[in-house]
């Protein structure tokens, strides 16, 4: 089965979507941190999408052939330095979430609205 | 010449060592070293601001210069705009590191690491030629503002601020990834050169879509309505010296970023449209809800973040109006805000260091023994209100001739702004009135973040206040700033040069003809503006004198609930409202464009 060439990118507007849609309705700290992680999927999709193509290796040369196809490295280097920016600040959400919970006793949003007006 | 990388690796390098020593060393070595390495940062940022008046350079990394058309390095450009904005955040920084000296709490030894690391990335964003770099400037000066935004870690409030601030920041990031991702596949470029050639003359749905979801990413971080609602609550929470950091350059950063972007790479694409007007429509919106909700504060971190706001608004309606004047006056109303908001925060710093409150209500009458923190706060207030003999007078008298009708934008935000401070200061130093309504936003428990059990308040605290303050004024009467400003803004909008640059190396500035200014009717404007300040404060804080019906100030100052709920403390909500701004924005451009 083959799919259409722009397939992806649907795929990454609806995931793009499904995380908003968490983050705003999110009724637990946790449950949000992972809806941003969904929305940061998107972005490995498109990026992927962006670079892929058919029929082609990975971008490591050794061992192919001279003017083999091979998929774009530059959105594959983009994508890890996402990867890695966003585990540092997924890390740093969920450190706050645990200590949201340790001094705040809660971990809903609904809850921790000490900042208002 | 140093080298320009140097003004990301040294705070990098500082940084690192003092996190992996931070138990080993004692306190004033940090302090020192942290200082000594802000003020290096801001030498070479100022010499390469001196150097770019005359020369725009650029840097490529590990020596990687284009071949042909095709950029095949990663570069830093080094131009007049780009190297002030840094000078600026290697300043602030500095001040914001003296002002710790010794007695701020440190957060278990990150707070200098952390300073530092946001330093490092705010220089790199300032003069970054390349969109990805951008991005990651942009994240990294982001994760080290969350962690330094929830530094008091064992109250939940900073916690809930660092955390509404981490949410919204971080969709803002995704939708600029979205973006870059967008322009990476229509161009196959990265650097912002290559991208402003190939795109041209080309305005097709691809590039408008990249262009809203770029844009969107940049204002949140610029705290443009109704991108703006995590601001007041990351300010509230946020220890002072980083509340400076934060007013005085980071959110300006933001929207340098969604300048730079349209100056290099949409400025092709979207000449002779009226893209430009959004900027000014959001800017004017922005700078009128900031200042109404800064009249309605009590909280004294959360008055000044939403008078960030509202300037903050008022810079990009300078952006939009898209003229060489209007930039030139943009960039003197960049460093003389940033100034004197950060003197306005020390000022508070010093009030919560002593009372250890922020609410206005309940300093009430206790500062009429700051003898020296008084008029400070006092001076700052007229020089928000842009008054004469600050820069920013100086500033909307470059601004507002370019478009008349921006003279009553920036008479009431001003106005308001300055009316709040100056209100506050009424209160507080000289005891006039009575105490104000009380607020639920200024209840905000605040633990003292410094660890000086006499609470005494010393040279080292208020000299901060007193540079940022004075340096304002000097700034407002030195002839010198609006011929920098003029030569940086002509370099920043000439994209040709800036092609030149990347391509050739470096492109020799044109020098600017001096403008005859309407200086005389600026002045009268900026007297009006501090005189109008001044009467609204009293206004509001004698309103019990004043019959019923003419108490205004005060109705703006106490009933403005429905509104206020609006900042609800949910980061949901939050980013509701950055999904419907982005939607808007969308329809607005693609209305405009095709």
Known sequence: MSFPADYPYFVAAWILLCGLYGIVRSRHLVHMVISLTVVQSSTYVLLLAIGFRRAAYAPVFAGLPVGARVVDPIVQALMLTDVVVETTVVALLLAMVVKAHEKGGTTSPDDLRFLRG | MPSPALLVAVPLIVAALLGALRRLIPRWTADLLSILTAAGNLTMACWWTAHALHRTQVYWFGGWFPRGRMVLGIGFTMDGYGCALAALAALLTTLALIYSWKHFESGGGHFHPLMLVFLAAMSGFAVSGDLFNLFVFFELMSTAAFALCGLKTHEPAPLAGAFNFAVTNSVAAFLMLTGIAFLYSATGALNLAQLGQALAGRHDRLVLAAFVFLTTGFLVKAAEFPFHFWLPDAHAVSPTPVCVLFSGIMVQLGLFGAMRLYATVFQGCFAGTRIPWIFVV????????????????????????????????????????????????????????????????????????????????????????????????????????????????????????????????????????????????????????????????????????????????????????????????????????????????????????????????????????????????????????????AAVALWAVLHLRIPRPLRWPSHLEGSMRPVRELQSGHPGDYVAWLTLGCALLGAAVFWLAL
Not at chain 2, 385 to 411: C, K, Q
Not at chain 2, 511 to 517: F, K, L, T
Request: aromatic share 12%.
């Open chain 2, 282 to 533: 959001i800017g004017a919106a922005t700078a009128l809800w900031g200042a109404m909700m800064c009249f309605a504060e009590h909280h004294l971190k959360r008055l000044l973040a939403f008078s960030t706001i509202s300037h903050t608004g008022l810079m990009t309606l300078a952006f939009g109006l898209w003229s060489k004047a209007a930039l030139a006056g943009l960039f003197i109303y960049l460093v003389g805000h940033g100034l004197v908001k950060a003197g306005l925060f020390f000022c508070a710093g010093i009030l919560l260091h002593r009372f250890e409150t922020m609410s206005e209500p309940a300093l009430f009458r206790r500062g009429r023994a700051l003898h020296w923190t008084a008029p400070l706060w006092f001076l700052g207030g007229l020089g928000l209100a842009g008054a004469p003999g600050f820069a920013l007078a100086i500033a909307e008298a470059h601004v507002t001739p370019v478009a008349p009708w921006t003279e009553a934008i920036f008479f009431i935000a001003g106005t308001l702004t300055g009316a709040a401070v100056l209100r506050v200061g009424l209160r507080v130093f000289i005891g006039l009135g009575d105490a104000g309504p009380v607020d639920r936003s200024a209840t905000v428990d605040e633990k003292p973040e410094t660890n000086d059990p006499g609470r005494l308040v010393n040279t080292v605290l208020y000299f901060p206040a007193l540079a940022c303050i004075g340096g304002c004024m000097v700034l407002g009467f030195w002839n010198g700033i609006a011929g920098i400003a003029r030569a940086s803004a002509a370099s920043f909008v000439n994209f040709s040069g800036y092609v030149h640059m990347v391509y050739a190396g470096a492109t020799v500035v044109a020098q600017p003809a001096p403008v005859q200014s309407a200086l005389l009717k600026g002045v009268l404007w900026a007297g009006l503006r501090g005189v109008a300040a």
